[in-house]
């Protein structure tokens, strides 16, 4: 028998919060092993209560009034339902009414994480968040335990899984729309797939990355973000030739105080640490002065990998473990500071419809070139970001360029 329950109310029942239902149907006993104390699911709210679910054998009741979960007898919320508004209320008065409250939201906890975790301190509840960026990979709980006492000079990742799987999906043969298609039907995408496709779902895990790392407020604005709509099969074939594969690359990187953050797809070397990562998974390569260079990787998104993560957030509240701290949080001002200037100068891949020839024109060094069927490919630089964009813009001709990065 369990020396005590503790009761859990859900906001959303969707992928990821029935995922969390099966998982504690399955492994409670595990949970309970571990720290005696039993989880239960009691309630969960949704939209439609007559939507067709997959929940097992579990009997607890669903609702559409938040007021249900809220102000019931649980004592932690798990937020599963998307979005940064109604979500921050509903967790502000999950919190005064003493709930410790979990969520997998990225766009709740890059928007309204301060103001949460300010929330939890006075009542001393729990604002724990492992689930929201590199769904079952834990990243948040490493950097802010045990590498806590490095310095961070980069945070790079394969941050969304969803555009992942598209850009491995279209490598091997597969049209973008089929990719996605697939990607929505076994739950990786968000509810609106265009904050994958975009990069905005990355660049708000990358933000919340980098203030834990860098210790200091990142808005998303910050992060320079292009989505993948513009890599087409012919980007894939030019890079296999030049022995590189394409990701939506995130980084974050500090040097001197001054911080470079990105989100942008990139050409990266077969060999490079993240070039191995495939469909859904993530990975998250942290370098820092003491330990040297770490990797976590494994499954990024999904339901039972994002509810894996919940899961361990709601053994660290079983167990009583210490809430966590953000000092860099604390600051104010977090959204009005304007974005550091971020200008990659590099090599870069170009697509385009001219002689290659005529780059040299333009005053851009021509690494390598190369005809095909539908226009050129080219590698020039080094060269900066404006200036290459000058340079063509120059030429007055359709062009698509993306950075190829050696690992550093
Ligand atoms: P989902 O399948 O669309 O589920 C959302 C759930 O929330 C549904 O049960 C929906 O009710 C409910 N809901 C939404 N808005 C509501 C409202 N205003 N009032 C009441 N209920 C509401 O989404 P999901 O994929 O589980 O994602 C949930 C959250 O987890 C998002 O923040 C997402 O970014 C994050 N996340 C997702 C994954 C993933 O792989 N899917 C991974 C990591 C993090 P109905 O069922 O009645 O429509
Ligand atoms: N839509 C997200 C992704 C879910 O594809 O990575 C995990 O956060």
Request: hydrophobic fraction near 45%.
């Amino acid at each position: 028998m369990a020396d005590r329950v503790i009761k859990v109310g859900l906001l959303g029942l969707g992928t990821v919060g029935s995922s969390l239902v099966r998982l504690l149907e399955a492994n409670a006993q595990e949970v309970w092993r571990r720290t005696g104390v039993l989880p239960l699911v009691t309630t969960a709210l949704v939209r439609d209560p007559a939507k067709p679910r997959n929940l097992g054998s579990w009997r607890g009741t669903l609702t559409t009034d938040p007021e249900e979960v809220l102000s019931s007898d649980v004592d932690v919320v798990v937020e599963a339902m998307g979005g940064v508004e109604p979500a921050t209320q509903y967790l502000l008065r999950a919190l005064e009414r003493g709930k410790h409250v979990l969520t997998a939201n990225k766009e709740l906890v890059a928007g309204s994480g301060p103001k949460l975790l300010a929330a939890a301190e006075r009542p001393r509840r729990m604002f724990l968040f492992e689930a929201s960026v590199a769904g079952g990979v834990p990243v948040i709980g490493p950097l802010t335990t045990s590498l806590a006492a490095n310095r961070v000079s980069l945070v790079e990742g394969i941050l969304n899984g969803t555009t992942n799987f598209i850009l491995d999906a279209m490598r091997e043969g597969a049209s973008f729309e089929s990719a996605l298609a697939e990607a929505r039907r076994r739950g990786y995408a968000e509810a609106d797939p265009t904050e994958d496709i975009k990069g905005f779902d990355a660049a708000r895990k990358l933000a919340i990355l980098a203030s834990l790392a860098f210790d200091r407020p990142v808005p998303v604005a910050w992060v320079k973000t292009r989505g993948i709509e513009e890599v087409t099969p012919e980007d894939h074939q030019n890079a296999a030739r030049l022995g590189a594969v394409i990701k939506l690359l995130a980084r974050a990187s500090s040097e001197g105080g001054r911080l470079e953050l990105s989100v942008v797809p990139t050409l990266i070397a077969a060999d490079h640490p993240l070039a191995a990562v495939r469909g859904a998974d993530n990975a998250v390569r942290v370098k820092a002065d003491q330990v040297g260079e770490v990797v976590f990787s494994g499954p990024g998104a999904g339901g039972p990998a994002t509810a894996s993560a919940l899961a361990g957030d709601l053994v660290a509240v079983a167990r009583g473990a210490g809430a966590l701290q953000i000092p860099a949080w604390k600051v104010p001002t977090i959204h009005e500071s304007p974005a550091p200037a971020f200008d990659y100068r590099g090599r870069y891949y170009l697509r385009l419809r001219i002689e290659p020839d005529r780059l040299r024109e333009e005053g851009l060094v021509l690494a390598r070139s190369w005809r095909r069927q539908a226009g050129f490919g080219a590698v020039v630089g080094p060269v900066g970001e404006r200036e290459l964009r000058r340079a063509l813009r120059r030429l007055g001709h359709a062009y698509t360029y993306f950075p190829l990065r050696e690992d550093d």
